[in-house]
């Protein structure tokens, strides 16, 4: 790849919703420069369907690698490009397959287009223009026009002309906040990141919740959500991650005599922190890693009950996957060897031996109504929480706590 001039970075699935393409692709545009800003060199162009970004020396591995998980990119080529001259066009095409070096019997064709329509050979001719001297070039390759180990695209352009082999698969979806914001409930697990990812291929844009309650665990579990929050923002750019401290609010439930509803009742709880912290960034969506149950408290009558303390739509990306789905999708986005790292989780202290799986909405009401001072620790947490803007690139940390410790929230999302 460290042949390329440029990189060229072709749109999804969005390129049928008609009206809204213009709009779409400006955001994908802007999305592409937010990722390139570490390479000061490349310059951007865009022009209908597609974006080139001129390397100008900066490394065209590390820029493709970054750029293929831009939301809304279908795919990203290396690119030599050549004057939109015969010659040119043939020299270049030699030198690309000399770099590539392609074993003995490969079998390849050439696949020309000819956009700029003044060009004086029309695409089929191109094809065995361009075929012709690279075979002589490389006798070992063979042409099959049907199903090549290789094809060598030729697109003639009036300014240029472009010469690539590989595709790089992007992630498409949509492009990042089309679809509106939504707040991830971020647990340190594996499910939490991967359907923060989900969410945001749909083109949601997403800032994230974690739940920490000092002095329960140790501050590397909750740097451990900062680092899983980094890694979601190689997708999308700056991510905010707000820190709730849920101590308060985790320990009311304890000794009330309904242990078996304690986990229920912590997760109505932060959905309702959640919803409030919604509602002032202006997000209309809380979105949870949740799948159909994987535990005590995913059983459908758990996550109805659960779901009914907050009005905003619950969207639960994995919902009808399995965990070894959950588990693929997590290793190739990156999150999942930060997600096992053995970080103690603060809730495995106040789970019960027997969590209900088919709790009691009445009785569940009735204890939120009577519990002492529970509004009022709800409105605490939501004062106290933290935000942090959390960058690609960057080092941020949260604010150290009392003796450098805090927490980790145990995975159900």
Same mark, same amino acid.
């Not at 690119?79 to 392609?102: H, T």
């Given at each position: ?15 049928? +919703?008609?009206?809204? %393409? ?26 209908? $369907? %597609? ?20 939301? $809304? ?39 020309? %287009? ?27 390759? +063979? ?6 180990? *290789? ?85 999308? $750019? ?64 758990? *996550? ?29 986005? $990156? ?61 941020? +940390? ?16």
């Amino acid at each position: 790849m460290a042949y390329a001039d440029m990189l060229l970075l072709r749109f999804g699935e969005f390129t049928l +919703k008609g009206k809204n %393409r213009a709009r779409f692709e400006k955001t994908v545009l802007r999305h592409v420069k937010e990722m390139v800003k570490p390479y000061p060199k490349a310059a951007i162009t865009k022009e209908f $369907g %597609r974006i080139y970004v001129e390397l100008n020396g900066e490394p065209a591995a590390a820029m493709a690698q970054a750029l293929k998980n831009v939301f $809304g990119i279908a795919s990203v080529s290396p690119v030599k490009a050549a004057p939109s001259e015969l010659e040119a066009i043939i020299a270049v095409s030699r030198q690309l397959l000399e770099i590539i070096a392609p074993l003995q019997g490969t079998s390849f064709k050439v696949n020309a %287009r000819r956009v700029w329509k003044q060009f004086p050979y029309g695409s089929l001719e191109m094809n065995k223009l361009v075929s012709t001297p690279v075979l002589q070039g490389y006798p070992g390759l +063979k042409v099959d026009m049907n199903h090549p180990d *290789m094809e060598l695209r030729v697109e003639i352009r009036e300014e240029r002309t472009y010469i690539f082999c590989e595709s790089i698969a992007g992630v498409g979806g949509f492009p990042l906040g089309t679809n509106g914001k939504a707040m991830l409930l971020l647990s340190g697990g594996i499910d939490s990141p991967v359907a923060g990812w989900s969410s945001m291929r749909r083109g949601l844009e997403v800032e994230c919740i974690h739940f920490y309650s000092f002095p329960y665990t140790s501050e590397l579990a909750r740097q451990k959500v900062v680092d899983l929050t980094r890694v979601l923002s190689q997708y999308a $750019g700056v991510i905010k991650l707000h820190l709730v401290p849920f101590t308060e609010v985790q320990t009311a439930f304890t000794g009330i005599g309904q242990d078996n509803l304690i986990i229920t009742l912590m997760r109505r709880a932060m959905l309702k922190i959640a919803t409030r912290l919604a509602e002032r960034e202006g997000a209309l969506a809380l979105v949870t890693g949740e799948s159909l149950g994987q535990v005590a408290s995913q059983t459908l009558p758990s *996550m109805n009950v659960i779901g009914r303390a907050t009005q905003l739509p619950l969207l639960r990306p994995l919902v009808m996957m399995d965990k070894i789905e959950i588990v693929e999708q997590a290793q190739l986005i $990156g999150t999942y060897d930060l997600s096992i790292l053995p970080y103690e989780d603060c809730c495995t202290l106040f789970v019960p031996k027997s969590p209900s799986t088919n709790p009691n909405m009445r009785i569940v009401d009735k204890i939120e109504a009577t519990l002492p001072e529970y509004a009022r620790l709800l409105d605490e947490a939501v004062e106290a929480t933290e935000t942090v803007s959390v960058t690609p690139y960057g080092n941020e +940390k949260p604010r150290p706590l009392v003796s450098g410790q805090s927490a980790l929230q145990e995975e159900w999302f």
